[in-house]
């Protein structure tokens, strides 16, 4: 099992350009889950999924846009990126209701944006 | 307004000795709290949780305490090691979907 994995690892965007990070993972799990992490803030919730199909906002949604078209997957686009979008972003899922409430964490995007 | 706050940024402790680290919360019922630990550069890992009806929880060294009148989780790491050092963080859940944490503290164990 590769748990869930981030691509890409790294990269570098000039403002005003978009790009798209993929989250991917093999254990079936129902929820899934986008989060921006910055020095001194802790992790911040994007945007959530509780299952292929849906999707919802957290707590700081404003210009990101999600996807999850398939069970395993869960895309965060940015359309217009800014320099405050600059940040390490980690994806996470978990088993849905009755399951387990733990998170399993992806091991992060760094995203610059210049 | 909504708020999770762990005590102290940094925490720097002797090897052996018991590390404390606080979580506390504002505004919020959460059903249950979490704690993760993160080490650098990679994703947070799940270590306990402890639900809303359980005063205490241990695992091997750690043991997680909850407090919902006080509105504080403690954290303790008995027989600390250098192995230990990383970042900390809580994290709760008040409708089953919606996760909030806190911004870490930072521990140190030293030999």
């Known amino acids: 099992n590769a748990g869930v994995t981030q691509t890409p690892k790294f990269r570098v965007l000039k403002t005003g350009q978009s790009m798209t990070l993929l989250c991917a993972q093999d254990?079936?799990?129902?929820?899934m889950y986008w989060y921006r992490q910055d020095p001194g803030m802790g992790l911040r919730l994007i945007h959530y999924?509780?299952?292929?199909?849906?999707?919802a906002k957290g707590e700081v949604p404003d210009g990101y846009n999600v996807s999850r078209l398939k069970k395993q997957n869960f895309l965060l686009g940015l359309e217009s990126a800014a320099p405050s979008q600059t940040s390490v972003y980690f994806c996470?899922?978990?088993?849905?209701?009755?399951?387990?409430?733990?998170?399993?964490f992806g091991p992060g995007t760094r995203l610059t944006v210049t | 307004s909504q708020k999770i706050e762990q005590n102290s940024e940094a925490l720097n402790i002797q090897e052996g000795k018991t590390a404390t680290l606080t979580c506390n919360y504002t505004?919020?019922?959460?059903?249950?709290l979490q704690w993760y630990r993160q080490d650098p550069g990679r994703g947070p890992v799940f270590l306990l949780l402890?639900?809303?009806?359980?005063k205490e929880k241990r695992k091997e060294r750690l043991k997680v305490t909850f407090d919902t009148t006080l509105k504080q989780s403690l954290f303790h790491i008995t027989a600390s090691q250098p192995a230990d050092s990383a970042t900390y963080l809580c994290?709760?859940?008040?409708?089953?979907?919606?996760?909030?944490f806190g911004a870490g503290t930072r521990l140190t164990v030293k030999p």
């Open positions: 996470a899922s978990r088993p849905g209701t009755g399951g387990s409430y733990e998170q399993y």
């Open positions: 254990m079936n799990h129902e929820y």
């Open positions: 999924s509780v299952g292929e199909g849906t999707t």
């Open positions: 505004n919020y019922s959460p059903a249950y």
């Open positions: 402890i639900r809303e009806n359980e």
């Open positions: 994290a709760l859940d008040e409708n089953n979907n919606d996760m909030r």
